[in-house]
């Protein structure tokens, strides 16, 4: 909870105000009940008058105090959400990778969400405890025997509560990792459905034994948290209702009141059962906000554990002009997906000159989207150091370092808003880039969006290629760009498009497998089992020639 306190502390007032309202709205109600208890015995117009204005009174801080909390919880909601944005925005691209997609975005909606729920609960739930408060004192004035046996009921049920309160968060923890497990199986239905679709076995598997389990489970723990609730509220009441008998049938010997007396106490006491029933049935609700929250702050603590440094406010001016771009030993090492040993990049020499054409081969695991993430300063290399000019690129400069790269990945994101970039850009070569891919007849410029995005693989990374040309880096990274694109586009992208970046002075590293259009490249980079192959340009020309 202190996770929670730590956001509520900036608006304390807001609290304090909603609190009081709240507060003075449980008073005004149990003052209702006093009211109403004087005016069955001897009705007047004063009683009347009073019974209209606590009315008036208990509507209007209730509803203050809940429009209070309601743009409280939503203020916090807000910046939950922007902290744990920026913190993802910040940290390393592996650190991400690491974490799981689908635990960021559980923490971004299941956890913030439970947490802005329970504090919507708060106005009632000191509502409540105010009426309770001063109905107990005032039965305790009327009777101190009947406030000391209802004392003993509420000690009996905190016993019980405790009991399976204390299963009951157990079974939300888990509850919350079945949670994580269920995103991670919702994301794959529609990120993987072309594999699903075409592989039936795979896909039979995926919904009977990987989709249908977590579900299931899901079910179950939800079933077993309803069950224990239902315990938790009629084991409640149940003892109520015995105490509320042992009133009725004994009351009067037990405490010696009138029937007159005793009645009034009845009244108040099943009064009292409303309010009791309400602050029991936010129990569940306070297991499940303590998960929550012990949940973000573990998140958040491996999200702040290794962060990039914070971006700064003005990044200095790329250097255009480069001439040298060195690796220097460097070396990294991660889990492969072809083995279940580690897999290691490295080391790694290797000098690129400003307005080269490179090609980087290789078989598949080779290690050359690994290489190509610590070429754009994605990845940090475990040992060596990178260089752009003679300046090493520590994590002071990492930012600025990666601000030199357009880079298309293989699972790359087309970004629809095109208003970050200035508007002259925008409107004077947009439209003549989407001519170049031949892609105007389907997507256009709308309100600086693209008009389309839902397009073929080949044609959406045609559009992340006009963002890429938009954006104007000085050095391109294609990761298998071509893969997608039919043979006639695949030979306009290597023979014009290529080259075309070539002559307005770009440096361009493109990941292909395309041995047919090598002899345009400048420099070929061969990486085998994590190493640079020791097969220069000139024997792939040669093989490829006497082929």
């Not at 095109?418 to 880039?433: D, K, N, Q």
């Amino acid at each position: 909870m202190k996770f929670l306190l730590s956001f509520l502390r900036q608006r304390w007032y807001v609290i304090i105000l909603a609190a009081l309202s709240s507060t003075i709205a449980g008073l005004a109600g149990a003052g209702l009940m006093a009211t109403t208890t004087q005016a069955l015995s001897s009705p007047s117009t004063d009683l009347q008058k009073r019974f209209v204005g606590l009315i008036l009174a208990t509507v209007l801080l209730r509803v203050l105090s809940q429009l209070l909390l309601t743009n409280l919880s939503q203020r916090v909601v807000f910046d939950l959400r922007m902290l744990f944005c920026r913190l993802t925005l910040n940290i390393p691209l592996r650190r991400i990778e690491d974490l799981g997609t689908f635990r960021i975005l559980s923490g971004l909606t299941d956890d913030i969400g439970t947490l802005s729920d329970a504090l919507m609960s708060i106005p009632n739930a000191i509502t409540m405890a105010a009426v309770l408060f001063v109905s107990l004192s005032y039965l305790c004035w009327l009777t101190w025997k009947i406030f000391l046996l209802v004392l003993l009921y509420a000690l009996l049920v905190f016993l019980l509560q405790t009991a399976l309160g204390y299963r009951m968060r157990r079974i939300f923890t888990r509850a919350r990792g079945t949670s994580d497990t269920l995103m991670d199986h919702f994301m794959t239905l529609t990120t993987g459905a072309k594999e699903l679709k075409t592989t039936r076995h795979l896909r039979e598997y995926f919904y009977s034994s990987l989709l249908r389990n977590a579900a299931r489970d899901a079910r179950n723990l939800s079933v077993r948290i309803g069950t224990l609730g239902v315990f938790r509220s009629v084991g409640s009441t149940l003892l109520f209702f015995s105490g509320l008998g042992m009133l009725v049938f004994r009351g009067r010997a037990f405490t010696g009141l009138s029937s007159t007396a005793l009645a009034a106490v009845l009244m108040l006491v099943i009064y009292l059962l409303a309010p009791f029933e309400g602050l029991i049935g936010l129990l569940p609700m306070i297991d499940r906000t303590r998960v929550a929250t012990e949940n973000l702050q573990r998140l958040m603590g491996e999200l702040t554990s290794i962060t990039d440094v914070e971006s700064p406010k003005e990044v200095p001016p790329l250097v255009e002009e480069w001439k040298t771009l060195e690796l220097r030993g460097v070396k990294t090492s991660y889990k492969s997906e072809f083995s279940t040993a580690d897999f290691t990049l490295g080391p790694i020499d290797l000098t690129i000159e400003r307005g080269q054409l490179i090609f980087l081969v290789g078989g598949n695991g080779s290690g050359k989207s690994t290489l190509a993430k610590l070429l754009t300063g994605l990845y940090t290399p475990e040992e060596g150091e990178i260089l752009l000019d003679g300046k090493v690129i520590d994590d002071a400069a990492r930012e600025w370092y990666r601000q030199h790269f357009a880079v298309i990945f293989a699972d790359f994101h087309v970004f629809p808003d095109l208003r970050w970039l200035e508007e002259t850009v925008l409107l004077e070569r947009a439209r003549y880039y989407l001519q170049k891919m031949q892609i105007d007849h389907k997507v256009s410029i709308v309100d600086g969006r693209f008009s389309a995005t839902a397009l073929s693989s080949g044609q959406r990374k045609r559009l992340a290629l006009v963002t890429a040309y938009l954006s104007d880096r000085p050095v391109y990274l294609f990761d298998e760009w071509a893969s997608d694109q039919d043979p006639r586009f695949k030979k306009i992208f290597y023979t014009e498009l290529l080259p075309e970046l070539k002559r307005r002075g770009r440096t361009v590293i493109a990941i292909t497998h395309d041995d047919q259009f090598f002899s345009i490249a400048d420099e070929i980079i061969k990486l085998q089992d994590g190493k640079l192959s020791e097969e220069s340009t000139a024997n792939f020309m040669w093989r490829l020639t006497s082929s």
